[in-house]
């Protein structure tokens, strides 16, 4: 059975736009994750993600996660075991709220609800890649723009920019 770790960069590596030095840093990331005690899960031995809490400062009082870093096996892609890691862990956690900061085509349907929470570390990326979905239904709406706060090895800047700039 592979780690979490090599599920993590054998999917990073596989992809185009990722390097090496990308798929290390995300696999060592979701490694970070882990030892700090978030939420991991792993399905059927090829998909893999981590969960970690966030808190909307206006609304403190809901539990939510951002969904970061996930990732498939490049055999096992496009075969619908990210979804069905994400149904998992979703109804393990008893969530209202999970973000992902992510590329449109992979998070764009999934996470489709309409918010104004600020990423918790600002990078100047745009808004339209940040997104969410409502396990309790409504509880973003009346919330309002609101910042947001996570702790630990989340907190660091690099992941919530372009790496590029950092590897």
């Not at 994750?33 to 403190?60: F, M, R």
């Amino acid at each position: 059975m592979k780690t979490p770790y090599q599920i993590q960069f054998e999917a990073f590596n596989a992809d185009d736009f990722y390097t090496e030095a990308h798929a290390k840093l995300y696999a060592q990331f979701a490694e970070d994750l882990i030892a700090e005690g978030n939420y991991s899960i792993v399905y059927q031995g090829v998909a893999h993600a981590c969960y970690t809490p966030i808190t909307i400062d206006k609304a403190p009082n809901l539990k939510c996660f951002v969904l970061a870093p996930l990732a498939v096996r490049p055999e096992h892609q496009g075969k619908g075991y990210a979804t069905k890691l994400m149904e998992q862990a979703e109804s393990e956690l008893d969530a209202d709220v999970v973000f992902v900061l992510g590329d449109p085509k992979h998070y764009a349907r999934r996470f489709n609800a309409k918010h104004n929470v600020e990423l918790p570390v600002g990078t100047g990326e745009s808004p339209d890649f940040w997104f969410a979905r409502e396990l309790t239904q409504g509880v973003l709406e009346g919330i309002g723009k609101s910042s947001s706060t996570i702790k630990g090895v989340f907190a660091n800047p690099i992941m919530w920019s372009n790496p590029d700039d950092q590897i």
